[in-house]
């Protein structure tokens, strides 16, 4: 019900704001586990892609935004939910595992769920190496990849920003990347390798420069 809502409401306002150019829609397979696996920039990334998608797409989200009280803690609750975010603890010591088995659970609903393989936003534009959590993801749910490019989500939040501004937006959603040709490799070589293959079309989507090292991960985030 609040995604139905939230949808109603938010789709229509972000697209009148914000004139979103959106590419590729008809790569995301209709129904079915498919993972969407994008750079991030900003904050508002979460919101952006669901937006722009033509299903559902579900991010995990630290669950504090669930727990709050009163008025407050039930909007709060309500946005979270209305855009289908999914509620983790990202301060268990087993977090980034914990995290790994919820997306496990959404993709065997035959869900979308959203994944930036950075592990966290780039703070200087470029698009770091790529963890190897989304391989794992789609071998062991056996799902494909959708590749998305975000363009200027980071002009409508600059880190640290507290609220949002008009911005040019471009969302490109790429073709699926299957996981069967790397089914019967070593495991370990199988999700780097795949791994690099969603950065590879990550970066064409997205234009930005690469950088062959891994983005640094704040305190308290789990890295998948």
């Known amino acids: 019900m609040f995604y139905s809502l939230g949808r109603n409401l938010l789709y229509p306002l972000s697209h ?19 993972i969407v696996a994008s750079n991030h920039r900003s904050f508002i990334d979460s919101f952006a892609i669901p937006l722009a998608s033509p299903r559902q797409v ?3 989200a630290k669950e504090e935004y669930w727990t709050g009280t009163g008025v407050g803690g039930f909007l709060r609750k309500g ?15 087993t977090a980034a595992q914990e995290s ?22 780039s703070r200087d534009g470029r698009l770091y190496r790529g963890r190897t959590g989304v391989a794992w993801l789609a071998l062991t749910a ?11 989500t980071e002009d409508i939040q600059p880190v640290g920003a507290r609220f949002p501004r ?8 790429g073709k699926p990347i299957g996981f069967e040709e790397y089914a019967g490799m070593p495991a370990g070589k ?10 590879e079309a990550i970066a064409e989507l997205s234009g930005q420069e690469r950088v062959d090292s891994y983005n640094e991960v704040p305190g308290g985030e789990p890295s998948v």
């Open 16 to 34: 009148a704001l914000y004139r979103p150019t959106i590419e590729g829609k008809e790569n995301i397979p209709r129904e079915g586990g498919v």
């Open 58 to 60: 579900r991010f995990l």
């Open 79 to 93: 946005f979270f939910s209305a855009v289908g975010m999914v509620p983790v603890n990202r301060h268990s010591a």
């Open 100 to 121: 790994l088995d919820t997306a496990l659970e959404v993709l065997r609903a035959g869900d979308a769920f959203g994944i930036y393989p950075e592990g966290t936003r």
């Open 142 to 152: 056996q799902v494909p990849i959708v590749p998305v490019g975000l363009i200027g």
């Open 166 to 173: 008009l911005a040019k937006v471009t969302v490109r959603f």
């Open 190 to 199: 199988a999700r780097r390798q795949l791994t690099d293959r969603v950065m």
